[in-house]
């Protein structure tokens, strides 16, 4: 027993360096194709070359000059990009053209607002796409299915920002039209899983052998389906922060998704490529936490 | 659930009668002005009333109907042709190109999808007309949103690459062109085909995210996106509710997509 704990050990430890050494080398490279792509559309975009200070008449010829030259220096796109990695490296995220403010500043403050919408929204939306998926699995009930179908149905073809206007209408707190949105994907899928995981071998035995539907569900379907769920939360994060944007902007809530749109509304590049480039870290990282935990479940369940 | 899919598929071909008959449905022009009665209540001549401007919001739902329920399949089929070739390449070639197309997969998919849409149209002159303005929505769904469909058809291609009949079709002296042509393709036509299916809705929700935002189609070419923006005008909608109908038919049309795609997919 004892000779066979430390190979097993180290072989444990080698697939995790590996797994996490090909998640962080994959990070890194969506993280660096993402930064070019909002650099080439920050090079791209127009009124890139010009700059509010050369109107600035205060100044003189040779800083006019000086201004014009450092834009010459962008131009190179190679340079620019790179210039713009070190920053990013450097934890500078740049300055916002239209609100004239740091934009880890404004991250700072806006933030928090929308990870306690997400969290509230990820949360609601968990337990209400799980509890009708459940309900539906144990009760097998004609109406109730017919109710959560419906449910999922209408709030899948609901689009965020019409729905926040709907609930800005009757004055409810705008998190829970976030949750509303997240639980039809909860709901659709685990509801396939838990149907999948019942029609398997073992189930059906467990049922033939008179185990109760609680019983079949805690102890045979349940374990089955658990690791695939957890897949789901780091898609159910990405789908969060797509909904949260829109709800944000029509409810007036001071959160990154409003900033966002302002940044589009003004056209305000390095604020908008920062905050997508945030925003897919975050998600990026989501989604690798959620993998590992998926696989560690798996490995432990084998 | 039969009862079901037939009033949806019976609200799917209403509706495509009613976009294609719109020039004759619609009591005026999408555009015509009526300045004598803006905001007027629904009336035998204008079944909705007509909006700030004197429109006729009828003839505007028709015509938006019509531009939304026309060019999310257009965008569904530029996306669908883009995720075949993407997951395609990455399937038939596998290693190394199937890595890099992967990587390219992983990146559009961890971008939250209106991010990026908004970014890459904060990019784009605003000084378009509203023809334009309608196309370059549609075109950078369709562009930016082949990721998920691609990883889709990659595994697929992959499969099928395992496949025995592909080993002995190699083995027969195919390759290139003539592999993808006459096996592969016929085999991942499933496939592509409910990626088109499934990118319809997702598309007229997200044009209709981004109009209700004021990023969509610009005025005066309406979509059902861009009628969502009456909706901000949350005090007018208690004394006003036919205002939501735009909202109610958008998500009637949805859900029966929806309940013909849940059939599908158990067919798949």
Redo the contacts between chains.
């Keep these: 027993m004892e000779s066979g704990l430390l190979p097993s050990v180290t072989r444990w430890l080698d697939r995790m360096l590996r797994f996490w050494s090909w998640a962080v080398l994959?990070v890194v490279?969506?993280m660096l194709?993402?930064s070019l792509?909002?650099a080439m559309?920050m090079r791209?975009?127009?009124g890139f070359s010009s700059d509010d200070q050369e109107l600035n008449s205060g100044l003189s010829a040779q800083s006019i000059q000086a201004i014009r030259r450092a834009h010459l220096m962008d131009a190179d796109i190679p340079h620019f990009y790179m210039r713009y990695v070190t920053s990013l490296v450097r934890g500078d995220l740049g300055t916002s053209r239209s609100l004239n403010q740091p934009v880890k500043e404004l991250l700072r403050e806006r933030l928090p607002v929308t990870l306690i919408n997400l969290s509230f929204a990820l949360a609601a939306g968990w337990l209400l796409g799980l509890a009708l998926a459940i309900a539906a699995q144990l009760w097998d009930s004609r109406e109730l299915g017919f109710l959560a179908n419906g449910l999922s149905?209408?709030f899948?073809?609901?689009?965020?920002?019409?729905l926040a206007?709907?609930f800005?209408?009757l004055r409810w707190p705008p998190a829970f039209a976030a949750a509303l949105l997240v639980f039809p994907k909860i709901y659709r899928y685990t509801q396939n899983l838990l149907q999948q995981s019942s029609d398997m071998p073992h189930v059906l035995t467990a049922r033939a052998k008179g185990a109760g539907p609680w019983r079949v569900l805690a102890w045979h379907v349940a374990p089955v389906a658990f690791p695939q769920l957890i897949a789901l939360v780091g898609v159910s994060i990405?789908i969060g922060?797509?909904v949260l944007?829109?709800i944000e902007?029509?409810s007036d809530v001071a959160g990154v998704g409003q900033l966002?749109?302002h940044?589009?509304?003004a056209?305000d590049?390095p604020l908008?490529?920062n905050?997508?480039m945030v925003?897919?870290f975050v998600?990026?990282c989501a989604?690798l936490l959620s993998d590992a935990a998926q696989r560690g479940f798996s490995r432990s369940d084998a | 659930m039969k009862g079901v899919r037939l009033v949806a598929i019976t609200v799917l071909a209403l509706t495509a009668v009613t976009i294609l008959g719109a020039h004759y449905l619609a009591p005026a022009g999408y555009e015509q002005q009526f300045r004598d009665i803006p905001q007027a209540a629904p009336s035998v001549h204008h079944l909705l009333g007509t909006d700030d401007l004197g429109r006729d919001r009828w003839a505007r739902l028709l015509y938006g109907m019509r531009v939304s329920l026309t060019l999310a399949p257009l965008a569904a089929l530029f996306t669908t042709v883009l995720a075949g070739l993407v997951g395609g390449i990455a399937g038939y070639f596998g290693g190394w190109t199937e890595r890099c197309c992967k990587?390219?997969i992983?990146?559009f998919?961890?971008?939250?999808?209106?991010?990026?849409l908004?970014?890459?149209?904060?990019?784009l002159?605003?000084n378009v007309s509203p023809e334009a303005s309608v196309t370059v929505t549609f075109a950078l769904l369709g562009l930016l949103g082949w990721a998920a469909s691609a990883r889709v058809i990659c595994a697929g291609a992959k499969d099928l690459m395992r496949s025995e009949f592909i080993w002995m079709a190699r083995a027969s002296g195919f390759s290139g062109l003539k592999l993808v042509r006459l096996h592969l393709l016929p085999n991942l036509r499933g496939a592509l085909l409910a990626q088109f299916w499934i990118s319809i809705?997702v598309f007229i929700?997200a044009e209709?995210?981004l109009g209700?935002?004021?990023?969509g189609v610009a005025e005066p070419l309406p979509s059902l996106?861009s009628l969502?923006r009456e909706?901000?005008d949350?005090i007018m909608?208690?004394p006003e509710p036919w205002r939501l109908l735009p909202?109610a038919v958008?998500?009637v049309?949805?859900?029966s997509?929806?309940?013909l795609l849940n059939k599908q997919e158990v067919r798949s």
Excluded at chain 2, 212 to 215: E, Q, T
């Design positions: 994959r490279a969506v194709m993402a792509a909002g559309l791209i975009a127009p149905g209408t899948i073809s609901t689009p965020a920002a019409a206007m709907v800005l209408l990405s922060i797509g944007l829109p902007v029509v966002a749109w940044a589009a509304q056209r590049l908008l490529v905050l997508t925003v897919t998600t990026v989604t | 990587l390219l992983d990146l998919l961890s971008v939250p999808w209106l991010f990026l908004i970014t890459v149209r904060a990019v002159p605003l809705p929700i209709a995210n209700a935002l004021g990023l996106g969502l909706l901000q949350a909608l208690r909202l958008l998500i049309v949805i859900s997509f929806q309940v």
